[in-house]
Nanobody, 122 residues
Framework: VQLQASGGGLVQAGGSLRLSCGAS????????MGWFRQAPGKEREFVAG????????YYADSVKGRFTISRDNAKNTAYLQMNSLKPEDTAVYYC????????????????WGQGTQVTVSS
């Protein structure tokens, strides 16, 4: 599976962005998908995850109520809708695919996208 993240950019605090993660291959619907982010000087952290068929979603406490993860298996694409953005959301955002259940542990994920920069100005 090859993943391509897109949709990042510069936005003012309080604004919104939608990230997309396009996947190659015919088995996208069998993978759990996760979004992670990494700010300069910090470790990569879990943001949100979704089960293979989209029935279960998971969020970090820091984004709960502001971010929404979804997927369209017919389009081989996962999304991260980010609302009410804050300067502390500034980071490179990565999508990842796992053959296992959704987890907050980056090392469990089998495939990673290249990352897309999100910058939130105050």
């Amino acid at each position: 599976v090859q993943l391509q993240a897109s949709g990042g950019g510069l936005v003012q605090a309080g604004g919104s962005l939608r990230l997309s993660c396009g996947a190659s291959g015919r088995t996208f619907s069998s993978y759990s998908m996760g979004w992670f982010r990494q700010a300069p000087g910090k470790e990569r952290e879990f943001v949100a995850g979704i089960s293979p068929r989209g029935g279960s979603t998971y969020y970090a406490d820091s984004v709960k109520g502001r971010f929404t993860i979804s997927r369209d298996n017919a389009k081989n694409t996962a999304y991260l809708q980010m609302n009410s953005l804050k300067p502390e959301d500034t980071a490179v955002y990565y999508c990842a695919a796992s053959r296992d259940l959704v987890t907050i542990i980056p090392g469990v994920y089998d495939y990673w996208g290249q990352g897309t920069q999100v910058t939130v100005s105050s």
